[in-house]
């Protein structure tokens, strides 16, 4: 029996196979359940992870893509059970791992799967304990008989931040990107508020049918749900920018508490984190001066 051709990784292909399928739906009814797969389209299944939160509200969603052979994107966190669930969904045929970025619920189950698969993990770079077989940049590709998916830096919530593209059904897996039903935290240093918003700009212009979070639903109205999310960042920046105008100087905390009316306490670090990823932005910008999450801010 002959041998198909390897899959392979490609950089920037100018004669890349995409397949565009203006009329592929997606299934967006099932409920998020815990470790049981879902299809999601005839090349998508979805496992989502039992590590519910309010920072990753049902749980972490790991995407199984292809039939024959299979592509694993975020493995979730260190979880045996997910790991389990994975291989049973998958039957034996997991030959790539890749993960949007290193934080917590995403990539520590990566080592696990790879042990019981040997399976290529691909990821941006090495970090969090994650130790990758190949490094992707922007523009990479792996190319198989079923499939092509293309990796998309999205630097923003975290600077090794990568979302993937299937091509042949034009659906984004944007891991913390983008998610269904919420905002999406930046933390500075390494979540930048400027970047993130270049980064939905990208992914704005990718002509996309869906969505593929790793919180939350499938999103069909990419186009609405990314413009929506702009425009709630820059008003957020205005927002701040002009009570920091009529206060003078304020801390974090003090904006934080005037801006967000009303706030569920367990929130109010995130929220901290965003302002001062806006506050960093419009420092950038020459706009404000400050001295960190902790000190005292102004206009310029």
């Not at 496992?47 to 749980?59: E, F, K, L, W």
């Not at 970047?195 to 969505?211: C, D, H, P, Q, T």
Request: with cysteine; net charge negative.
């Amino acid at each position: 029996m002959s041998r198909q051709p390897e899959p392979r990784l490609q950089r920037r292909l100018k004669s890349a196979r995409f397949v565009t399928d203006a009329s592929a739906t997606f299934s967006t009814e099932p409920p998020l359940v815990h470790d049981k797969p879902q299809t999601i389209s005839p090349l998508v299944r979805r496992v989502t992870a039992a590590n519910p939160s309010h920072m990753t509200g049902a749980g972490t969603n790991t995407y199984l893509v292809g039939n024959d052979e299979v592509l694993v994107i975020d493995p979730g966190p260190e979880d045996a059970a997910h790991t389990k669930a994975l291989l049973k969904a998958a039957k034996g045929r997991i030959r790539w791992i890749m993960c949007t970025h290193t934080h917590p619920d995403h990539s520590p189950g990566v080592p696990a799967l790879k042990a019981e698969t040997g399976a290529e993990v691909m990821a941006w770079s090495n970090r969090g304990g994650l130790r990758t077989d190949r490094r992707l940049r922007d523009g990479d590709q792996l190319i198989t008989d079923e499939f092509t998916i293309t990796a998309v830096h999205t630097p923003g919530h975290a600077g090794n931040h990568l979302c993937f593209m299937l091509e042949e059904e034009r659906l984004l897996f944007s891991g913390d990107h983008i998610m269904q039903g919420s905002t999406v935290v930046i933390t500075p240093p390494d979540g930048d508020m400027g970047a993130y918003l270049e980064s939905l700009a990208k992914v704005r212009a990718l002509n996309l049918n869906a969505i593929a979070p790793a919180h939350g639903h499938i999103i069909t109205d990419p186009n609405t749900v990314i413009d929506w999310y702009t425009a709630h960042r820059l008003e957020r920046e205005a927002q701040l920018h002009g009570l920091l105008l009529e206060m003078g100087s304020a801390r974090i905390a003090e904006l934080v508490e005037a801006a967000y009316v009303p706030l569920d306490p367990v929130l109010i670090p995130m929220a901290k984190r965003s302002v001062h990823s806006h506050l960093r932005k419009l420092a950038d910008e020459g706009k404000v001066e400050g001295t960190g999450a902790r000190g005292v801010w102004s206009v310029i």
